[in-house]
């Protein structure tokens, strides 16, 4: 099925930098959230943006809504280890896939302390 | 945020046989719930439509014969792998949306192997 384009793929980065991560696509979306997922557990809802050019945070983490409505970036500010995991962006347009979940495809980030 | 439960959270099973994977919403109810397989390393890949009190939607190429999906209250949907083979082992995740404010929770997961 359809999915996001998620960059980048991977990051390795030191303690205490800060990460931005962005999901982009060719069709509009209404929603746009943001999940990570540990090893062997299921993704956990970070960041939920209802409105074109909404800008929220949820602590370190700070999610956009991109104006275009076809974009959206997450920023981690002084990572720490346990930040350490896959971080997936969703879309989601009810109007015409009703709950249904657009992903992309994940970004492994690996924070060395 | 609001709870998905899944159970179990891991499973053997020998070829042939069949496993049941629960999948829960704990504090609000859902009339649609999602069945999500994944590969070690790779995004989530939605199998099905769970729909309570009528017949589940699958995803092209997705036999729904051997992933039976029931969906027999606004809590609980229940996921079938029916006579399972080493390549269905992986990673069964569910997930449900509060449509309330359209945010979509997940369970757990469920490990599957099968030898």
């Known amino acids: ?113 | 945020g609001a709870v998905v439960s899944q159970h179990p959270s891991r499973v053997i099973c020998k070829s042939g046989t069949s496993v049941k994977i629960e999948c829960r919403s704990l504090d609000f109810q859902a009339t649609t719930m999602f069945w999500y397989r994944q590969f070690p390393k790779q995004s989530l890949m939605l199998m099905a439509t769970s729909n309570e009190g009528s017949k589940a939607t699958y995803e092209q190429g997705v036999e729904k014969d051997k992933f039976l999906i029931n969906h027999a209250s606004l809590t609980l949907s229940t996921l079938t792998v029916t006579s399972a083979h080493p390549e269905d082992s992986s990673f069964y995740i569910c997930s449900a949306p509060d449509r309330s404010v359209y945010e979509q929770y997940f369970g757990p997961g469920t490990r599957l192997t099968v030898t």
């Open chain 1, 1 to 113: 099925g359809q999915q996001l384009n998620q960059s980048p793929q991977s990051m390795f980065i030191q303690e205490g930098e800060d990460v931005s991560m962005n999901c982009t696509s060719s069709s509009i979306f209404n929603t746009w959230l943001w999940y990570k997922q540990d090893p062997g557990e299921g993704p956990v809802l970070l960041i939920a943006l209802y409105k074109a050019g909404e800008l929220t945070s949820n602590g370190r983490l700070t999610a956009q809504f991109g104006i275009t409505r076809k974009d959206s970036f997450l920023n981690i500010s002084a990572s720490i280890p346990s930040d350490v995991g896959i971080y997936f962006c969703a879309g989601l347009y009810p109007e015409t896939s009703g709950s249904r979940l657009t992903f992309g495809e994940g970004t492994q980030l690996t924070v060395n302390p």
